[in-house]
């Protein structure tokens, strides 16, 4: 496989703002040996004295969260306001898991009829690698590191090569805040040394986010090595209206979603299934949000402006897929306008008379393309939502709440939502089923994943 370039390159202006080296061999090596050295003494440090750091380090990213944000926006694109969103969720996450985290990870008794004492202890497990995207720089990082760190593993964290000065700020904050050296290692490391990681003795575990074709990467190397592995994955994730006594509402909180992180995000709402009998009216709604909008400097955010997506390969990839639909039938109402290079703007879209036919159809759209499909029963909306080999997440919406959870109990996904697109905070499991990856990270199951459950059994 070949090396990547660790590099900022700005999506607002298609400009290469700073580059990296990648690490060496030899680094890669020391990296390894720092983190399993220092798992050796983290481990055996008390969880509430691992929770005082770990609150530490989400402290610093609440201080320094618009710095941070004028990195990530720099560097992938996003809106300032929501980048410097990103950071202060971080900060939740951390102290989330640094509050509950001695609970969750507490020793649990169990019933045992063989009149022994039987207890299940949650220990660390040892190093792990962390392979993390580009689309939430900060966030994918903190609940992937929040929970380890926790359970005394230690971490090598290979971030998007896109994003180095994110990886590099977030290693600075974990110095700052006290976490010991080789307990948290960023390394710029290179495909085969990503390879050479997960099969080295030392890592235990590898968690990666990205996408379908990254996870089959990853997960075929772990497989192989016979490492424990998290993927999460894409997502086409359904947002089903049944019916609304505020059709324009409603439309405007879906339009919202899907734009937000410029449509970039895994759980966002791709598929828009909604009743025959407001789909016109939907529709229309839609279109009036993406009709006129402007490419502005995501720095700045001006009324009536769109953002940069990530780099102009992913918005080109998006384009081909939006004329693809159009070019066999399919109607675009507004927007899908990929604007002149080298920058990476496209305008955020409407898309309608999407088929199987058209790539479009299966395939996860991901940037800013709000695709609506029209259906006539609860039955077929819910047979519509699962034609999809993703099961991420998924939202039904209704003014009937028992009719909208009925729905939802049949959605294939791993995070099903009532009357809210989705359920936001450091306390919801995330993760999903399908070609959407497997494993769980956040709330209590994020400390479940990476743990020896090991039984602890005293006999008579």
């Not at 609304?244 to 791709?270: H, M």
Request: a negative charge; aromatic letters at 8%.
């Amino acid at each position: 496989m070949s090396a990547p370039t660790y590099k900022v390159l700005n999506p607002a202006t298609g400009e290469v703002v700073e580059e990296f080296d990648v690490a060496t061999d030899e680094q890669i090596e020391q990296a390894l040996a720092s983190a399993q050295s220092a798992y050796e003494s983290w481990q055996d440090v008390d969880i509430n004295e691992r929770a005082k750091i770990v609150s530490k380090v989400g402290a610093l990213f609440a201080e320094r969260a618009e710095e941070l944000g004028k990195i990530m926006t720099t560097e992938m694109g996003k809106p300032l306001s929501e980048a410097v969103g990103e950071a202060q969720f971080c900060q939740e996450i951390f102290e989330y898991f640094a509050s509950e985290g001695p609970t969750l990870a507490a020793d649990q008794e169990i019933k045992s009829f063989s009149g022994g004492k039987a207890i299940v202890q949650k220990l660390p497990v040892g190093p792990l690698l962390g392979i993390m995207p580009w689309n939430f720089p900060l966030y994918q990082v903190a609940r992937f590191a929040a929970p380890n760190l926790m359970l005394g593993n230690t971490i090598l964290l290979k971030h998007a090569e896109s994003c180095p000065r994110s990886a590099l700020a977030i290693q600075e904050i974990m110095d700052e805040a006290g976490v010991p050296a080789g307990v948290y290692n960023n390394v710029f490391a290179t495909h085969d040394q990503i390879s050479t990681i997960i099969a080295d003795s030392r890592i235990q575990g590898v968690s990666l986010t990205g996408s379908e074709r990254a996870g089959a990467i990853i997960g075929e190397q772990a497989g192989r090595n016979l490492k424990k592995a998290v993927l999460e994955l894409g997502g086409s994730d359904p947002f089903v209206v049944l019916d609304s006594d505020d059709v324009s509402g409603i439309a405007e909180a879906a339009w919202s979603f899907r734009i937000d992180n410029t449509g970039q995000a895994c759980n966002s709402n791709k598929r828009m299934i909604v009743m025959d009998d407001i789909y016109d009216e939907f529709v229309s709604e839609l279109t009036k949000h993406a009709e006129g909008l402007k490419p502005g400097d995501p720095m700045k955010e001006e009324d009536g402006s769109f953002a940069p997506m990530s780099s102009r390969k992913a918005a080109e990839d998006l384009h081909a897929q939006v004329q693809d639909a159009v070019s066999k039938g399919a109607t675009l109402h507004a927007g899908g306008v990929l604007h002149d290079g080298p920058s990476a703007y496209y305008s955020p879209a409407v898309l309608t008379g999407v088929t199987k036919e058209m790539r479009a159809y299966y395939e996860e759209l991901f940037g800013p393309v709000a695709v609506v499909y029209k259906v006539t029963s609860d039955e077929e909306a819910a047979e519509l939502a699962n034609d999809t080999i993703y099961g991420l997440g998924g939202s039904v919406h209704s003014t009937d709440e028992a009719r909208a959870a009925k729905v939802a109990q049949k959605l294939q996904v791993g995070m099903s939502n009532v009357n809210a697109a989705s359920a936001e905070g450091a306390e919801m499991p995330f993760g999903g089923v399908k070609r959407s990856g497997f494993g769980r990270e956040l709330g209590p199951l994020g400390m479940e994943e990476f743990v020896n459950k090991r039984l602890f059994y005293v006999g008579e």
